[in-house]
């Protein structure tokens, strides 16, 4: 066999020495698969750029020099050789950036489901990341299109803009109505409108145009502008932008749903909060409505009021319990009250009304539910007096305050409205003397629990005592005292709807409104004093 022979210097204590090779060093590092930068520790002079480092910098060459701006992008280590030299080992992290954009995108995105904050989150990602300038404009709204615009170091600026001017941006109709979007290379810059972007911008050098994909419609379009003439957005630049305008587009549809069904449950709720009460001559009408949830202010209990009931002249006051809570009940409650309302037009005996109520609930709900109530038709008597027709449907029975601090419960009764065909109602008449308090409430303020152990219901006698030690006081005074000692009863824990509605007759005001501490004459006196002094001077 034949030996070739090695080239080496002769052997001593140590390994072979290896001769300068310029070219066998180059040929080392270009078939690294990691891009090389060997540079001067002196100066920072390039002195070797290996094939994937011109690769990654293709303007860099041996002479030149490294900063900052060359290894944006990048992720660089600088590695010490020798006390002359050092190297910087570089790999592309574009696509990590990409994934940690988009990662930052879909959770600041998913924080909120107010559209305008959507919106300005969209445009500030999309400056940060993707263009010089972006702007949102949302689809036509009563041929008028709302958009949210930033530009890179300045604020957030909203506006809206006639659907006429649509056109003037190439492309925004086409992604407006969800087309794909049209590459950046065929948009002319040149044709961008100046009311598109700030007159200090500058020349647009690239356009793109978005569309922003929504719930089954689109959810606006994403515009992105690069200033300069040398701007361009390359490939990957364009599906990223696609791939963040769809999440951005989720993000605003969502918002907008969101949107649409909060503004519905406020009209719908509207309709369903007490109303505010009026206040009939010579009759006092006080209510106090506390739902079982602080964040639905609707629910099962309410009260109403009906003015000219029956023949025209009277007035009708409901307060009802429906059963369940929240949403569900809220409906009921509703339907009860336009029932009812729909009822006083043409009755105004309430025992009748219960009836008819009793029949419209069994012949119109979808599942087993039932309600309490109670009805009372009010009427102003002589002296200042107010009398009460009343008629309950299983509800707790009304409470009178008398003059003298005396509390009677009313003499009515009936059974639960909803449930059977045929009810029984027990009607009463009471009489209020000036100052005196008829008070409807429900039972969430008598099973009201709390006090020392949390569970006890504040009950029946709490609240006749309660109300006895109001003896005197205003009606607003009076309900607004009940309802402040079942607050602290409560102090903070669960609770049912707490519903009260309070009817007074006005105490009587003095006819001297100077107190002198002598009894109060008639005026009819003064006359017959004038006519004795008429006799006397003849």
């Known amino acids: 066999m034949t030996q070739l022979p090695l080239q080496t210097t002769a052997r001593t204590t140590g390994p072979p020495a290896l001769a300068p090779a310029p070219a066998l060093l180059r040929a080392a590092l270009d078939a690294a698969g990691e891009a090389i930068v ?5 100066d920072d002079t390039v002195v070797l750029v290996n094939t994937a480092a011109a690769a990654l910098l293709p303007g860099l060459e041996p002479g030149g020099t490294v900063g900052e701006s060359v290894l944006t992008g990048l992720r ?9 030299h050092y190297a910087w080992y570089l790999r592309d992290n574009t696509a990590e950036l990409r994934t940690a954009f988009l990662a930052e995108a879909g959770r600041r995105l998913s924080t909120s489901l107010n559209q305008r904050r959507s919106l300005r989150t969209t445009v500030e990602l999309a400056v940060s990341h993707l263009a010089d300038a972006a702007v949102v404009v949302l689809p036509v709204r009563r041929r008028q299109s709302a958009w949210t615009r930033l530009v890179s170091g300045a604020a957030v600026e909203e506006g809206t803009l ?42 647009v050098g690239a356009l793109l145009v978005t569309p922003l994909p929504g ?21 990957d630049d364009e599906l990223l932008a696609r791939i963040f305008a769809a999440r951005a587009g989720a993000a605003i549809s969502a918002a907008a749903i969101y949107r649409e069904q909060v503004d519905t449950t406020a009209i719908l709720q509207a309709d369903l909060l007490p109303p505010e009460l009026p206040q009939p001559d010579g009759i006092e009408l006080i209510g106090s409505y506390q739902a079982a949830h602080d964040a639905l202010n609707i629910g099962g209990d309410f009260y109403d009021v009906y003015e000219n009931t029956g023949d025209g002249s009277g007035t009708m006051v409901v307060l009802g319990d429906v059963c369940g809570k929240g949403p569900e009940a809220a409906v009921l409650t509703g339907k009860i009250r336009q029932t009812l309302r729909a009822l006083s037009l043409v009755e105004d005996d309430p025992a009748r009304m219960l009836s008819v109520l009793n029949q419209a609930l069994l012949g119109s709900s979808r599942q087993h539910r039932f309600a309490t109530l109670v009805l009372g038709a009010i009427s102003r008597h002589e002296h200042g007096r107010v009398r009460i027709d009343l008629a309950t449907g299983g509800h707790p029975v009304p409470l009178i305050l008398r003059a003298d601090g005396t509390v009677d419960a009313a003499p009515v009764k009936g059974t639960l409205i909803g449930v059977v065909p045929s009810i029984s109602v027990h009607p009463a008449t009471v009489e209020l003397a000036p100052g005196e308090i008829c008070l409807l409430y429900s039972d969430g303020l008598t099973e009201a629990r709390g006090g020392p152990t949390g ?27 009940l309802r402040q000692l079942v607050s602290d009863w409560v102090h903070g824990g669960v609770r049912d709807d707490i519903a009260m509605l309070a009817v007074r007759a006005p105490s009587r005001t003095p006819l001297s409104l100077m107190d002198t501490g002598a009894p109060a004459t008639s005026p009819f006196a003064i006359d017959a004093r004038r006519g004795e002094r ?3 001077g003849r």
């Open 534 to 536: 008429r006799n006397r």
């Open 38 to 42: 060997l540079c001067t520790a002196a």
């Open 162 to 203: 006639r659907e006429r001017l649509l056109s003037d941006v190439p492309g925004l109709e086409e992604a407006l109505g969800g087309f794909p979007p049209t590459p950046s290379r065929w948009l002319d810059a040149s044709q961008v409108p100046a009311w598109l972007l700030p007159g200090d911008f500058g020349p």
């Open 76 to 84: 660089a280590e600088r590695r010490h050789l020798d006390d002359d």
């Open 215 to 235: 719930n089954a419609e689109p959810a606006g379009a994403l515009i992105l502008a690069r200033r300069g003439p040398g701007a361009v957005f390359s490939a």
């Open 455 to 481: 569970q006890e219901q504040w009950g029946e006698s709490r609240l006749r005592d309660a109300l006895s030690s109001c003896r005197g006081m205003p009606g607003d005074a009076t309900v607004e005292r």
